[in-house]
């Protein structure tokens, strides 16, 4: 999968040592993301159901992923989010409710230290961010996170055609 080679790349690149992922899923990014991460990196994985909990759990079971490397904590992102430390964390990947987008922007700048990097699935909608009659809620949500990381001169930015679409965006100085 293209997406999760992108995420062990950024893993790697930041040198990560602490990760956090908004939206565990079934564990798939959460293992790329592990895999890129150093070997004593933590991965602080949050997601609202208990099924993707559940799921995720089996996955870094299943690929002998020691506990020690790998939090999942069950609870919807922005409740969970503030509880984190400020400037901890080297690299934060959105992949929840499209819609709180901005919202996780915000926190992942306070998370972040300088030189981390945030990440957004999704970002390019397979395409409809660039059909100007596409105007459903989310491709609108994703123009408004897409103008917010070009527009923040803390923040340098790529957007990364796989999958669904990347938005790539590290944070300087």
């Known amino acids: 999968m293209a997406t999760g080679g992108v995420l062990r790349l950024l893993a790697t690149a930041t040198g990560a040592k602490a990760v956090v992922e908004l939206g565990t899923g079934a564990g798939v990014s959460s293992l790329c993301l592990l895999r890129g991460m150093r070997s004593d990196g933590v991965l602080t994985s949050i997601d609202a159901e208990p099924e993707h909990q559940r799921l995720a759990k089996a996955s870094l079971q299943e690929a002998a992923v020691p506990s020690a490397r790998a939090r999942l904590i069950g ?18 990947f959105c992949d929840a409710n499209r819609s709180e987008n901005l919202d996780y922007l915000d926190a992942a700048m306070r998370l972040l230290r300088p030189g981390g990097t945030v990440v957004f699935a999704g970002a390019l909608a397979g395409g409809k961010i660039a059909e100007s009659s596409a105007r459903d809620g989310e491709v609108l949500a994703l123009r408004e996170l897409a ?7 803390r923040l340098s930015s790529a957007a990364v055609p796989v999958g669904q ?8 100085g």
Not at 147 to 153: C, E, I, L, N
Request: with cysteine; net charge neutral; proline share 6%.
């Open 75 to 92: 609870g919807r992102a922005l409740d969970v989010l503030p509880r984190l430390s400020d400037r901890a964390y080297d690299l934060v």
């Open 147 to 153: 103008k917010a990381v070009r527009d923040d001169p």
């Open 165 to 172: 679409g990347l938005l790539a965006a590290c944070l300087v």
